[in-house]
């Protein structure tokens, strides 16, 4: 397949230009060129979210939802070519990318209906009086993506920021810029007035400054690191904006004594090594009780030893390269340093090849805590297996880390769970299964993971301002 050409979209139109290039991670080969924005057109940008804020505003919220759900039917409709593009640029496998792209569609469409019910309230008040809460857009989003989930995650914001009759101005990773434009299109074919979404790409730190800093601008939204997150939280403080953060996790599991480790081991390898390990709800610790320790391990590492990894257009393959260059240089260091630390490796450790970021799916045991990757989200395929025999010491280590994103236990206790879920500082806890969130329910972390919610109707939240209007009439 022929990989796009990437644009930016300012006010409705798409424009080319010089930038730098974009690798496909299975072979490092250049596929693209990604623009890099200058100063006079992210300001236009700025201008044209203003003016497309004003024109979404005032779209009454059925005709924004019709809009909205032909752009996630759209993206469905698409999700195999969209997929493709997604692969070339990201390397997970086909299947999944296609899967991401479904996804997001799904997360759009349910935004879109979302959006038709944002009700405020009437309060009560004297004969002459008409008080009520309302809701209301908070205004032109500025939206940072990254390299990991380059539509879904891209998907999260625009369908959030629209269902609420917010515009945006996002800018998504360099590294994936195929995957967030395919998904714009989709916004521009369904129909939405121009100006309601731009997209820009450049240096991240240039953009995120000039973004936060304009008065236009009223709410930050970034998926990504714990560093970048904090650092951007701080920009938007100094201008007293508000924010959400999807930030990283190191999310334990908790294997209890009562659970059935062959299962557990299954279900782990593939939750664990989806998208290579890339994902911020990705299953890290695996704190597995004592007495099914070496059981839960020799099934873990058997079917870790068994996957595929390739190119991810190879259908046969289960896992794909990492996503870019850092990530594998991450992998070989906490591997290193691991094993330097006394950690075992049951499978796995070394990078596959010469050419491609491929590592292989890794498995290493009794790490020790002061290991960097047990204490570094590792984003990457390294499962770690640690062992436990009381439930108060691996709630301690479930908390230990300033990361509260996602927690996973594997029980058939109503005791165990109810203990658990009420102890371990998450903000996102499956029991018996690694599934993640559903259109519905609100995702999000605690601690460092993050702050706000994406999904669900707490989705909405951040991108509305409560106004009180109380009203005295004449005559009642
Ligand atoms: P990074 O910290 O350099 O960047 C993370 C993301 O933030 C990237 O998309 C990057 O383009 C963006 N970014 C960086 N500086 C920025 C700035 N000043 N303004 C706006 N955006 C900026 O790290 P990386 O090497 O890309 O990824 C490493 C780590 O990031 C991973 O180990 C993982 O912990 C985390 N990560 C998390 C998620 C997630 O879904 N929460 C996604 C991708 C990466």
Request: proline share 6%; hydrophobic share 40%; charged share 25%.
């Amino acid at each position: 397949m022929t990989y796009p050409e990437i644009r930016l979209f300012i006010d409705g139109a798409w424009i080319a230009q010089a930038g730098d290039p974009v690798l496909n991670p299975a072979n490092e080969d250049v596929i693209g060129e990604v623009p890099c924005i200058t100063p006079a057109q992210l300001e236009e940008a700025v201008s044209a979210a203003s003016r497309g804020f004003e024109i979404w505003r005032r779209t009454a919220p059925d005709k924004r939802a019709e809009t909205i759900l032909r752009a996630a039917q759209l993206l469905r409709a698409r999700a195999r070519e969209i997929g493709e593009v997604i692969t070339l640029e990201q390397g997970k496998p086909i299947a999944d990318a296609k899967s991401e792209v479904l996804r997001a569609s799904e997360l759009i469409a349910w935004d879109a209906e979302e959006g038709r019910r944002t009700y405020g309230r009437v309060i009560p008040g004297g004969v002459n009086f008409r008080q009520q809460v309302v809701r209301d857009p908070i205004g032109p989003v500025a939206a940072f993506t990254p390299w990991s989930a380059p539509t879904s995650s891209a998907g999260r914001k625009l369908g959030g920021a629209l269902a609420a009759g917010c515009s945006i101005v996002l800018k998504a990773s360099e590294e994936t810029p195929g995957g967030a434009c395919a998904l714009v299109k989709c916004f521009e074919d369904a129909g939405l007035p121009r100006g309601v979404i731009n997209l820009v790409f450049g240096d991240p730190d240039e953009i995120s400054r000039y973004l936060i800093a304009a008065p236009a601008i009223r709410l930050i939204t970034f998926t990504g690191s714990v560093p970048v997150g904090i650092h951007l939280a701080k920009l938007a403080a100094a201008e007293m904006k508000p924010v959400v953060m999807e930030l990283g996790g190191h999310s334990p599991v908790i294997i209890c004594a009562d659970a059935d480790p062959r299962a557990a081991a299954e279900a782990s390898v593939k939750a664990k090594f989806r998208n290579a390990g890339q994902v911020c709800i990705s299953p890290t610790r695996f704190l597995v009780h004592q007495s099914r320790f070496d059981e839960f391990a020799e099934a873990f590492a058997g079917r870790t030893k068994a996957l595929r990894v390739g190119d991810g257009f190879d259908h046969s393959s289960q896992m794909g390269p990492l996503a870019n260059q850092r990530r594998l240089q991450a992998m070989q260091e906490f591997v290193v340093d691991a094993q330097r630390r006394g950690a075992k490796i049951l499978t796995g450790g070394e990078r596959i090849g010469n050419r491609g970021y491929f590592f292989e799916p890794t498995v290493l045991a009794d790490v020790p805590a002061e290991s960097k990757v047990m204490n570094v989200e590792p984003f990457g395929p390294i499962a770690l297996l640690l062992r436990f025999s009381d439930l108060s010491d691996v709630v301690r280590e479930a908390n230990r880390l300033p990361y509260g994103l996602a927690a996973y236990a594997f029980t058939k206790s109503a005791e165990t769970v109810a203990r658990l879920t009420s102890q371990v500082e998450v903000g996102h806890f499956a029991v018996n299964h690694f599934g993640g969130g559903i259109p519905e329910s609100p995702f999000g972390g605690v601690k460092n993971s993050g702050m706000g919610r994406e999904g669900g109707s707490e989705g909405l939240e951040a991108y509305q301002v409560i106004k009180f209007v109380t009203h005295r009439v004449e005559a009642a």
